[in-house]
């Protein structure tokens, strides 16, 4: 077997491995919402996010290590631009997803602060341990927040299906749910890592550059598992981890994998983070709040403004 074949392969089961991974997740995510007592918009921004989240932190830490901080950066500000753009739109194509008035008023707001706040942090063009400590401090505060208000959230939108019981049946809690959520998780990072390990054997055999590559399959491989995870919720009828799945993991890429890694190594940045890739993912940021805000929903047509969004700002960076 060829190299390039081999990677091929690779990718193919990796994608393979992505799917299922997701599906179990929000299975097990969704019933232990329910026997917990806790909304499903919540365990979205939590549980779900910080799953499918990984293969960012493996990609941010493994590139630190190895004295390559812009793939690290750049692996995180386009996974967050590949969120917005590409994967809620590509969902919302697929069914019009319903959106909680908390995620505009609450969520969106706070990722939005945390993507202001770099500017700040990464003006002296470096990332030190202290700057991860506070982005891992705003983390430790956002999730604490997000628990104490579960019981001032409005009732969920939309039809879960049979993974919720009725208002007043209570889902006893099962371990097999647990290792649903585990087993997901872990074939999310096993999944992602494979697609982008086949992804960049294959380019690379094909004469592709290593930047085009880091600014593509990089940033685009390692947010494939909020893809998988957004659609197959949004199939499902999960409009709330859809959505808060998008911006949860957002919040980790930014507070908690960039604290992560400037732990593990402190990050030198580049002055064009701060020109061109930060400017983009700032404007992504702001051009949501109109259109999920209208009618709190996202419809297929702005689903289609988004995807159209991120290609323009693609070949704008590239």
């Avoid at 628990?147 to 959230?153: K, N, P």
Wanted: charged share 15%; proline share 4%; with cysteine.
């Amino acid at each position: 077997m060829t190299p390039l074949v081999l990677d091929v392969a690779i990718l193919v089961v990796g994608i393979g491995v992505l799917y299922f991974g997701a599906d179990w997740l929000v299975r097990g995510a969704a019933r232990m919402a329910a026997s917990l007592g806790i909304s499903p918009i919540v365990v979205g921004l939590t549980v779900v996010s910080l799953g499918t989240s990984a293969p960012e932190l493996v990609v941010c830490v493994v590139a630190a290590l190895e004295g390559r901080p812009a793939l690290a950066t750049g692996n995180v500000l386009g996974s967050n631009l590949a969120n917005m753009g590409l994967i809620l739109g590509m969902t919302a194509l697929i069914t019009p997803l319903a959106v909680q008035p908390r995620v505009v008023s609450r969520e969106m707001p706070i990722m939005l602060a945390i993507t202001v706040g770099l500017y700040a942090l990464l003006w002296d063009l470096n990332l030190g341990r202290v700057d991860g400590l506070i982005l891992l401090g705003v983390l430790g505060l956002y999730l604490v927040s997000a628990f104490r208000t579960v019981g001032e959230e409005p009732e969920m939108l939309g039809d879960v299906g049979d993974l919720l019981a009725a208002e007043e049946e209570k889902i006893p809690l099962r371990f097999r749910d647990f290792m649903l959520v585990v087993a997901g998780s872990l074939g999310l990072v096993l999944g992602g890592y494979s697609i982008v390990e086949g992804a960049v054997g294959v380019g690379t055999a094909l004469g592709i550059s290593e930047v085009v590559i880091g600014l593509t399959v990089v940033a685009i491989g390692t947010s494939l598992p909020e893809l998988a995870t957004s659609v197959v919720a949004a199939i499902r009828k999960e409009a709330d981890i859809a959505v808060g799945n998008v911006i949860g993991s957002n919040i980790f890429n930014l507070a908690g994998i960039l604290g992560i890694t400037a732990l593990v190594a402190p990050i030198p940045i580049e002055r064009t983070v701060l020109t061109h890739e930060l400017v983009v993912v700032t404007l992504m940021s702001l051009a949501l709040f109109p259109l999920v805000r209208m009618g709190w929903r996202l419809r297929r047509w702005e689903g289609a403004i988004l995807i159209t969004g991120y290609l323009g700002a693609f070949v704008f960076l590239i």
